[in-house]
């Protein structure tokens, strides 16, 4: 089963509006990450929020992490075109590993 | 870009054909972990270190997966008998902190088994 997942498969956008992505999570964490990965390359990190942050704040993005109903979001303003990515969160866990969701697809159109 | 090299960035191989890969990690980094992406876009955790040591494997790495992390030398990791389903994109990263820190990638070797 996902310890970590995002809430949607594929999102459109027009140039220039904001979108948001959001992921659940299932065990106690100490950090969730947002990752962004471009097609043939490998994820980058985007945003990393500590579990005693609420929210954190990267250029146009916003992560946003709700411990108690176990969420993050992660919003993107004024997006472009090369925002186009599949976007990730992860998690840690106690066992030394960093878990991925299964990513959500953005696309920007021009 | 990413500071983590990864090579060969494609391979082909039949199967039972053995398959290797290569990740030097960033400088400094103590920890590596390696990933398997399937074309689906799922991770599957195979194995991570810090510095020489195993901290994590799972099963599948028991058995036909080796991995290591020699000090001086770039990792690897090694499928001893290719089979089609290990088809996938293999991902290394480091990372200064483990798994509550960034994790830095590499672009990956994408293994097609015929």
């Known amino acids: 089963s996902q310890l970590a997942e995002e809430n949607s498969w594929a999102l459109s956008v027009h140039e220039g509006e904001s979108v948001t992505v959001n992921c659940s999570y299932k065990?106690?964490?100490?950090?969730l990450q947002w990752y962004r990965q471009k097609s043939g390359k490998g994820p980058a990190q985007l945003i990393l929020i500590r579990s005693n942050e609420r929210e954190k704040r990267n250029g146009r993005l916003r992560a946003t992490l709700d411990t108690s109903s176990q969420s993050s979001s992660l919003s993107i303003t004024a997006t472009r075109c090369e925002d186009t990515a599949v976007y990730f969160c992860a998690t840690d866990t106690n066992a030394y590993k960093v878990i991925f969701g299964k990513g959500t697809h953005l696309h920007v159109l021009p | 870009n990413s500071k983590v090299i990864q090579t060969p960035r494609y391979l082909v191989k039949g199967q039972g054909q053995k398959a290797k890969m290569r990740c030097i990690p960033e400088?400094?980094?103590?920890?590596v972990f390696w990933y398997q992406q399937n074309k689906n876009n799922e991770f599957k955790f195979l194995i991570n270190?810090?510095?020489?040591?195993?901290?994590?494997q799972i099963d599948m790495t028991e058995k036909r997966f080796s991995a290591e992390c020699p000090s001086n030398s770039p990792c690897s990791l090694e499928i001893q008998s290719s089979e089609a389903g290990d088809s996938a994109l293999y991902l290394c990263?480091?990372?200064?902190?483990?798994?509550?820190?960034?994790?830095?990638f590499g672009e990956g070797s994408k293994l097609t088994v015929l």
């Open positions: 270190f810090q510095n020489q040591e195993v901290l994590q």
């Open positions: 990263a480091s990372s200064l902190l483990g798994n509550t820190g960034q994790l830095y």
């Open positions: 400088k400094g980094h103590p920890v």
């Open positions: 065990t106690s964490i100490t950090a």
